[in-house]
Structure formats: structure tokens, C-alpha cells
């Protein structure tokens, strides 16, 4: 099967899609369809939501998010990669779903999940009742249940960014990385350096080991690289219910307004003193500059067209 290279096509965050993007996304979205619990797949692949129509799901209840193939630069070269999933429940009550059932706040999320596949093809959930995960035995065909009530431990020594940005980071990040680089024997520094480029894989170690996941904004990328309703918020869901924190540097990644599909969003994701100690940094040293606060204030007024 023809499933390497590009697609020949750009998606609307100006990236080119891989021919196993756009596999990844039609099959989701069919087996949806045939579920029936699902009105509107919004996608990163799609640049609208897409209405789930037909018998089947007429009474839908369910608004489902999904960047179907996360990491999909590392297709080519068999590293892991991810699908990312999250489920909030509709709130519109009359015809068709909206865009307003999207632009939830994280906080609304009924389900987020995660699928790694890596040396063994895992499902990472949670219903907001703890997180479980389950590994795929292919003899059988079934998830079973192999790590029950992951816990992310409160303090780890990987840090986890795309350090070739450095130049681009504000001054808070860089000073963390400073600190992670120093040697300190109470506290395991320095700590170590991991990056894969799929945030699903890079956060699967993490939890299971310890450590923090930085994606900052940078003085290219003003609002970050990172999506917040299929990639932030549904990981910020999982690391929370695991004993973790995930914030933009400064706020709860969960409590974000939700102004648009594909907003992006700074994201700072892991073990809960690694994450305070980065976001310490952040206030001293790189305060949010005045247009990003009034933005802010717009957003939390509900005026559509602040940060995107
Ligand atoms: P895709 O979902 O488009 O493959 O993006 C992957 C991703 O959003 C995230 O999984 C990675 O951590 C990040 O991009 C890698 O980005 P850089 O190549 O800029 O480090």
C-alpha cells in the first residue's frame, strides 16, 4: 500500500499532509459515521468541522476532536507516532450542531485519549475518573487493560522542547533550560534532554517517567506552534486527571477561552514541580507584554478575534 511521502496538499495551518494524515483522518471520521454517537468531527485535517449526517447519528449527543496522525514528520522514518482524541458533549439542543459546540473550554471535555503507536500500539484515556491505559494485543484484536491509574510523578529529569528554536524563545524558557543544564546533585541535574517531534510520544515518556514538555510561543510563532482543542486541551485533560499540570506559561491550558478550530496555544505539559518551576521563570522574566493581556481580556469578554 502506498502510504509514505506527501499528500501534494496543504492543510489549513499552511502544512503539508502526509498521504497517512489524510488515511488516518478519512478513517476516523467513516468509523464515526458508523458509530452514530458523534454530530461533528472537528479535525486538523479538515479546515471546517464536518457534520456527521445520517440516520444513524440524527440524535448524536457528542462533539468529537481529533488530530488523527500527531507527529506525522516521523512517518517516513518509523519513529512513533500518535492519533490525539477528545469528546465533548453537544450543547446546541436544536438541528445542526455548531461551531459553538466546538469552541468549548477544555474544562468541558467529557473524554480525551490518546493512541501511541510505538513499539507496541497503546490507548491512553480518560472520563475525568483518573487515567487508564491499554496496549493492543494483536493476537486477540483488544486493548487490554496494562497500566491502571497512571500517575505522572510530581518531579522527573527529561525535558522534552525543540531546542533548535532557543534563539526564538522568550527569556523565561531559556532561563529554565539554563537551570535544567546546571549541575545540582539535590535535585538530579542536570536533567535530561529528550525530543522525539510527536507531542503523543514525547508525553507517553514523560508520564510514565517524569518530565516536562515545553512548546512556547516564539517570536515567530507569536500564539505557539500547538493546537489547543485537539492537541493541548485533550493532553491537558489526560496530565491533570494523571496528577500533573499543563498551563500557556501562565494560565490553566483547561480554563482557555476557545476562540476559533484551529487556535494555537503555548503549552508547558508534565510533572507538577517541573511545570511550577518553568512557569516561576516565566513571571519573572518574560511577562506577557500589554497587547497579549488586552487580547486576553477581549477573549474572556467573549469578542471573537483576539489571539488566534
Ligand atoms: P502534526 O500533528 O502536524 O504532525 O504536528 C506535530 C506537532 O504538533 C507535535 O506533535 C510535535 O511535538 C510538534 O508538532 C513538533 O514540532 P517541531 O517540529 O516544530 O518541533
Same mark, same amino acid.
Request: with cysteine.
Given at each position: 500500500?502506498?502510504?509514505?511521502?506527501?499528500?501534494?496538499?496543504? =492543510?489549513?495551518?499552511?502544512?503539508?499532509?502526509?498521504?497517512?494524515?489524510?488515511?488516518?483522518?478519512?478513517?476516523?471520521?467513516?468509523?464515526?459515521?458508523?458509530?452514530?454517537?458523534?454530530?461533528?468531527?472537528?479535525?486538523?485535517?479538515?479546515?471546517?468541522?464536518?457534520?456527521?449526517?445520517?440516520?444513524?447519528?440524527?440524535?448524536?449527543?457528542?462533539? *468529537?476532536?481529533?488530530?488523527?496522525?500527531?507527529? @506525522?514528520?516521523?512517518?517516513?522514518?518509523?519513529?512513533?507516532?500518535?492519533?490525539?482524541? @477528545?469528546?465533548?458533549?453537544?450543547?446546541?439542543?436544536?438541528?445542526?450542531?455548531?461551531?459553538?459546540?466546538?469552541?468549548?473550554?477544555?474544562?468541558?471535555?467529557?473524554?480525551?485519549?490518546?493512541?501511541?503507536?510505538? !513499539?507496541?500500539?497503546?490507548?491512553?484515556?480518560?472520563?475525568?475518573?483518573?487515567?487508564?491505559?491499554?496496549?493492543?494485543?494483536?493476537?486477540?484484536?483488544? *486493548?487490554?487493560? !496494562?497500566? $491502571?491509574?497512571?500517575?505522572?510523578?510530581?518531579?522527573?529529569?527529561?525535558?522534552?522542547?525543540?531546542?533548535? =528554536?532557543?534563539?526564538?524563545?522568550?527569556?523565561?524558557?531559556?532561563?529554565?533550560?539554563?537551570?535544567?543544564?546546571?549541575?545540582?546533585?539535590?535535585? !538530579? #541535574?542536570?536533567?535530561?534532554?529528550?525530543? /522525539?517531534?510527536?507531542?503523543?510520544? %514525547?508525553?507517553?515518556?514523560?508520564?510514565?517517567?517524569?518530565?516536562?514538555?515545553?512548546? $512556547?510561543?516564539?517570536?515567530?510563532?507569536? =500564539?505557539?506552534?500547538? #493546537?489547543?482543542?485537539?492537541?493541548?486541551? $485533550?493532553?491537558?485533560?489526560?496530565?491533570?486527571?494523571?496528577?500533573?499540570?499543563?498551563?500557556?506559561?501562565?494560565?490553566?491550558?483547561?480554563?482557555? =477561552?476557545?476562540?476559533?478550530?484551529?487556535?494555537? !496555544?503555548?503549552?508547558? /505539559?508534565? @510533572?507538577?514541580?517541573?511545570?511550577?518551576?518553568?512557569?516561576?521563570?516565566?513571571?519573572?522574566?518574560?511577562?506577557?507584554?500589554?497587547?497579549?493581556?488586552?487580547?486576553?481580556?477581549?477573549?474572556?469578554?467573549?469578542?471573537?478575534?483576539?489571539? %488566534?
Amino acid at each position: 500500500m502506498d502510504i509514505f511521502g506527501d499528500m501534494g496538499t496543504i =492543510n489549513i495551518q499552511g502544512e503539508s499532509q502526509k498521504k497517512l494524515d489524510v488515511f488516518a483522518n478519512e478513517q476516523f471520521i467513516a468509523a464515526l459515521k458508523s458509530g452514530g454517537e458523534c454530530c461533528i468531527v472537528a479535525s486538523e485535517e479538515n479546515d471546517e468541522f464536518v457534520h456527521i449526517d445520517g440516520e444513524v447519528s440524527k440524535n448524536a449527543k457528542y462533539i *468529537f476532536a481529533i488530530d488523527p496522525l500527531d507527529g @506525522s514528520s516521523n512517518i517516513d522514518v518509523n519513529v512513533a507516532v500518535g492519533t490525539i482524541f @477528545s469528546i465533548y458533549r453537544r450543547i446546541s439542543v436544536d438541528g445542526r450542531a455548531t461551531l459553538n459546540d466546538v469552541l468549548q473550554k477544555g474544562t468541558e471535555q467529557v473524554a480525551a485519549g490518546y493512541i501511541i503507536y510505538g !513499539s507496541s500500539t497503546m490507548l491512553v484515556y480518560t472520563t475525568g475518573k483518573g487515567v487508564n491505559g491499554f496496549t493492543l494485543d494483536p493476537s486477540i484484536g483488544e *486493548f487490554c487493560l !496494562s497500566h $491502571p491509574k497512571m500517575k505522572i510523578p510530581e518531579d522527573g529529569t527529561i525535558y522534552s522542547i525543540n531546542e533548535g =528554536n532557543y534563539v526564538h524563545f522568550p527569556e523565561g524558557v531559556k532561563k529554565y533550560l539554563k537551570y535544567c543544564q546546571v549541575e545540582d546533585e539535590q535535585s !538530579s #541535574r542536570p536533567y535530561t534532554s529528550r525530543y /522525539i517531534g510527536s507531542m503523543v510520544a %514525547d508525553l507517553h515518556r514523560n508520564m510514565i517517567k517524569g518530565g516536562i514538555f515545553i512548546y $512556547p510561543t516564539t517570536s515567530g510563532a507569536p =500564539n505557539g506552534k500547538l #493546537r489547543l482543542v485537539y492537541e493541548c486541551n $485533550p493532553m491537558a485533560f489526560i496530565i491533570e486527571q494523571a496528577g500533573g499540570r499543563a498551563t500557556d506559561g501562565y494560565d490553566r491550558i483547561l480554563d482557555k =477561552n476557545v476562540t476559533s478550530l484551529h487556535q494555537r !496555544s503555548a503549552i508547558f /505539559i508534565g @510533572s507538577k514541580n517541573m511545570v511550577l518551576k518553568v512557569e516561576e521563570l516565566m513571571r519573572t522574566h518574560s511577562s506577557k507584554s500589554p497587547e497579549e493581556r488586552a487580547a486576553e481580556k477581549m477573549e474572556k469578554l467573549g469578542i471573537v478575534g483576539g489571539i %488566534d
